[in-house]
T-cell receptor
Framework: KNEVEQSPQNLTAQEGEFITINCSYSVGISALHWLQQHPGGGIVSLFMLSSGKKKHGRLIATINIQEKHSSLHITASHPRDSAVYICAVNSNTGNQFYFGTGTSLTVIP | DGGITQSPKYLFRKEGQNVTLSCEQNLNHDAMYWYRQDPGQGLRLIYYSQIVNDFQKGDIAEGYSVSREKKESFPLTVTSAQKNPTAFYLC???????????FGPGTRLTVL
């Protein structure tokens, strides 16, 4: 069983739709990260969360520490949002980093 | 411009040869990391370094080696002992171990 599970694995949306990507984890964490990977392979860090909610432009990330769950929301989706979104956590015990397998998002014009 | 660079972007090697992947950052970050990405799998940590002249094994360190002689540089050597080296390799850095990570563009290694 993976320590970090994401859903859905693949997601296709029409431009303008509201999108939600979910992440559940099974370990105690010090921080959770949302990353974006474009087709060329480069990865960009979108958010780092340890509690609550963060917003950047059309992107919103929330985390519920008690439920061990985080969501990434994209409002008014656009084709340029098409990418793989990866959830990752820093374990608060030892020196462990855990990554989800990613959610592949395609936004159709 | 501050950032993290990896070279080369694509690398081809014959089986049995060692190969070194470069990672350089000018962000003045103390921590640096090497990850491996395979299709359908999440990133897996190979090695990380929290400070110059110190590094720790990650989950899949076998067949790899690293050095951290300078704060800016964290090269990864893929040795002939690595049984399945063909993969996409990503380097990252952060201010401290639990801070936001900044990723390089990656190196795609193909062993023929």
């Amino acid at each position: 069983k993976n320590e970090v599970e994401q859903s859905p694995q693949n997601l296709t949306a029409q431009e303008g739709e509201f999108i939600t990507i979910n992440c559940s984890y099974s370990v105690g964490i010090s921080a959770l990260h949302w990353l974006q990977q474009h087709p060329g392979g480069g990865i960009v860090s979108l958010f780092m969360l340890s509690s609550g909610k963060k917003k950047h432009g059309r992107l919103i990330a929330t985390i519920n520490i008690q439920e061990k769950h985080s969501s990434l929301h994209i409002t008014a989706s656009h084709p340029r949002d098409s990418a793989v979104y990866i959830c990752a956590v820093n374990s608060n015990t030892g020196n462990q980093f855990y990554f989800g397998t990613g959610t592949s998002l395609t936004v159709i014009p | 411009d501050g950032g993290i660079t990896q070279s080369p972007k694509y690398l081809f090697r014959k089986e049995g040869q060692n190969v070194t992947l470069s990672c350089e950052q000018n962000l003045n970050h103390d921590a640096m990391y090497w990850y491996r990405q395979d299709p359908g799998q999440g990133l897996r940590l190979i090695y990380y370094s929290q400070i110059v002249n110190d590094f720790q094994k990650g989950d899949i360190a076998e067949g790899y080696s690293v050095s951290r002689e300078k704060k800016e540089s964290f090269p990864l050597t893929v040795t002939s002992a690595q049984k399945n080296p063909t993969a996409f390799y990503l380097c990252a850095s952060s201010i401290g171990k639990y801070n936001e990570q900044f990723f390089g563009p990656g190196t795609r290694l193909t062993v023929l």
